[in-house]
Nanobody, 127 residues
């Protein structure tokens, strides 16, 4: 069982930056592949970025490539999402997700691939 707790959300102006954190419980964090998703009311949850347990592979959805960066610190049981050059359309609740199943290019975008989810943190990009 893994518990995930996101933090770091808030209100930021367009062009600004935020860093989200997701702290995980348990002693086998490095065994979990991790991802960030986001969701706005009335829309499906969409993938943002994914990272393998050893951090050798990272995945990004096209709309955030070059602006967002996912990373992890296995010693701290934490995964991060650095978000730069934020746009109003990045406004959403951001969720952290974990799975013991390997993230592949064909699977990381699918919410059903993940076993554990955090409660979400709100990111609002507005002037």
């Amino acid at each position: 069982q893994v518990q995930l707790v996101e933090s770091g959300g808030g209100l930021v102006q367009p062009g600004g930056s935020l860093r989200l954190s997701c702290a995980a419980s348990g002693r086998t964090f490095s065994s979990y592949d991790m991802a960030w998703f986001r969701q706005v009311p009335g829309k499906e949850r969409e993938p943002v970025a994914g990272i393998r347990g050893n951090a050798f592979m990272r995945y990004y959805t096209d709309s955030v490539k070059g602006r967002f960066s996912i990373s992890r610190d296995n010693a701290k049981n934490t995964v991060y999402l650095q978000m730069n050059s934020l746009l109003p359309e990045d406004t959403a609740v951001y969720y952290c997700a974990a799975t013991l199943k390997a993230l592949l290019a064909s699977s990381w975008t699918q919410p059903l691939h993940y076993d554990y989810w955090g409660q979400g943190t709100q990111v609002t990009v507005s002037s």
